[in-house]
């Protein structure tokens, strides 16, 4: 076992756990974005950078700070580090730093865009990013492709994460799918659009963490803070398709059928396409109750509200009315319900 | 005339054959390392001498060595880095095409002492007529005995073979050496695990680069001791120098470390000054990714010294007054060069060969390019000079491999010392638009 101190929160973790799961454990507003680390998928991490965090000291024999930013999803802990994330000012101009960079060839159509009220990069630049941009060149854009029946690339509004290159690696049998190109050239592609074809290939629109891939049998549908999620499940022919799935309703039409998402947007149990893509009616499946939503989802309400709230307003509020957000931190997510 | 422990015999006619190899004291080496050094005894030599890597950052090749992890039952590797592609670094290129046998003979005494059975030499894939000369000589070295099973008797197996990359830059850094070693997509490696613990395929790894391993042959022949006589303080040794440029000789030169960086441009067993009688007006002193400096910042340091061609004088003063030894790419510039120009144009390099893996690089290395052209060809603000420098901060530290500093570097390093120059195509536009602008010399505009 290591004993980290994080942001002035001490945890303990078993050896060889990255910092960003050690500071998963302790949950709450000190966990650093994560746009393309995705815990089931081996290999991922380290390439968004977001998650850059500061090794005050690197451990309890070795005590020198590490002398840059380390990515705390890829970097394991060792018994007596100091990291500091939301206390150091350099981790978070850093960060504006990498929302900027992530920006300046993403195309900003979040009003038309599917994955708007869900996206990991909306999020991430809503927290940390400024309102302006210092780009003023061409941004990079590319066209739409069709691979296969269900999903839409879109690679104008990809980030490269990989994600979708390690599900499509770690899940799925026949691999026609990687990164073409270099530098700002590079995309996501399936060698001269070859169709994904196989079983599980929907999970790759769960990962995305922004609207690069999207189900195309829920496009321009609805937006998704209109929707109602329900968990659901049935009993999948499939061995490695869990069933368990979340129902997104529109009155009484299921628009569309999704994996289950941790507080973090982490998928747990991967679903197959049929559970995907064919199940849109509610007899197929048997409803467990409403879905949890996630803390960075729009859906929930009160995210976005609290910082557009004047101080003073707060302060003239009655002080039974103020809710104490140190003491009684919003409600953590996953905690109960599942 | 410097000692010359590499090049000694470059000019002799066949020195790429085993058989006029072998007269000039060819080999002795790895005779001397099987028969009468155990492999502790190499690398302690190694030690002594202090001879620092040779590919740029300047790392200590024998407690590189001794890093290296050596767990029970698992084959180690050593690695050697020819994918030299830095724009103004050719040292790599010509040692390998004229002395082979020296890189082989380095890395069957240096494989030996790693304990390595397997080792590789990744070549940088435009060289391909290099490779050819490569595989000659280790196919020569094999019928010798030199390479196989049980070498001159000693027990000792080593196979040595030669892989051609695709030439892309990045390639040489050596976690993405090692990934296209393998035969995936050369993306650097998120660190730790370090290849001494975690390299080519899974095993513990040394990646040296050619002129390091080329310089173990005199270190084992001359003992380490010897071979940290030549030089000044921790740098030790000789190193080749390619010089290009505006100089009147530009070539590769083997110094030994400690020369004068003024002697270096001006004495004719150099670069025989600056060509057609012109003034220097900066130098890269390390290969494209090192900071640039200006005449005065070269020759002398802030504190008045004179700049020596080692690695402490050359980064003396930090990145506000000083650069690095780097890979030893001297890029001589004469008054007439356009700083902006040459900026904008190391930056094209860095954005093309980015990999695209990590965003800071990625996005960072084209908004450079970017505002660079727009500056250079008359498009540009004042604010965009404060932006150059910002977005260099914004990559510098934060990526993956040292890819991103290579790239924020130079530009800040350009922004720093010519800013004026900067200015001067902002407030100039027109004039900096012409095809051949150039921004006027110091006396000119007073």
Known sequence: ?338 | MGRKLLTEHINVPGIDTFEVYRKHGGYRSVEKALKTMTPDEVVEEVKKSGLRGRGGAGFPTGMKWSFLAKPEGIPRHLVCNADESEPGTFKDRELMSKLPHLLVEGMITSSYALGANTSYIYIRGELLYVLRILEKAIAEAYANGFLGKNILGSGYDLDLHVHPGGGAYICGEETALLESLEGKRGNPRNKPPFPAVQGLYARPTVVNNVESIAAVVPIINDGGEEYAKIGVGRSTGTKLISACGHVKNPGIYEIELGVPVEEFIYSDEYCGGIWKGRDLKAVVAGGSSVPILPKDLILKTAAGENRLMTYESLSDGGFVTGTMLGSGGFIAMDETTCIVRNTWNFSRFYHHESCGQCSPCREGTGWLEKVLHRLEHGHGHMHDIDLLVSVAKQIEGNTICPLGEAAAWPVAAAVRHFRHEFEWHVTHAKQAAQPGAVYPAQGVLA
């Open chain 1, 1 to 338: 076992m290591a004993k980290i101190t994080f942001d002035g929160v001490e945890v303990e973790v078993p050896d060889g756990t990255t910092i960003l799961n050690a500071a998963r454990k302790i949950g709450g507003g000190i966990v650093p974005p994560a746009m393309c680390y995705y815990t089931p998928l081996k290999g991922s991490g380290g390439k968004c950078r977001a998650c850059l965090v500061r090794v005050a000291a690197g451990s309890a024999k070795d005590p020198r700070p590490m002398p840059k930013l380390v990515a705390s999803c890829v970097t394991p802990v060792q018994d007596g580090m100091v990291v500091e994330n939301t206390t150091s000012q350099q981790v978070l101009d850093v960060r504006k730093g990498i929302v900027e960079m992530l920006l300046i060839n993403h195309p900003l159509d979040c009003p038309v865009c599917d994955q708007a009220g869900e996206c990991d990069l909306q999020n991430f630049a809503f927290e940390h990013g400024v309102a302006t941009t210092r780009y003023e060149e061409e941004r990079r854009t590319f066209e739409k492709i069709d691979i296969g029946p269900y999903i839409q690339l879109h690679m104008t509004r990809c980030i490269l994460c990989y994600r979708c290159v390690y599900t499509a690696d770690q899940l799925t049998d026949k691999r026609v799918h990687g990164v073409l190109g270099r530098g700002d050239a590079a995309e996501i592609g399936t060698y001269i659009e070859n169709v994904i074809d196989n079983e599980f290939s929907g999970n790759v629109i769960d990962v995305c963490p922004v609207g690069a891939l999207t189900d195309k049998t829920f496009r321009f549908k609805q937006r998704v803070w209109f929707t109602k999620p329900v968990n659901a499940h049935r009993n999948c022919e499939h061995e490695k398709c869990s069933g368990r799935v979340v129902l997104w309703y529109k009155g009484k039409d299921v628009l569309r059928v999704t994996a289950r998402k941790d507080e973090y947007g982490e998928v747990k149990e991967w679903i197959c396409n049929t559970c995907r893509f064919e199940k849109k009616e509610t007899a197929d499946w048997t409803i467990e109750g409403p879905a949890h939503v996630d803390r960075t989802s729009v859906i929930s309400a009160n995210h976005y509200e609290l910082p557009v709230v004047n101080p003073q307003v707060i302060a003239d509020l009655p002080e039974s009315s103020v809710r104490d957000l140190e003491n009684n931190p919003p409600l953590k997510l996953g905690a109960g319900r599942q």
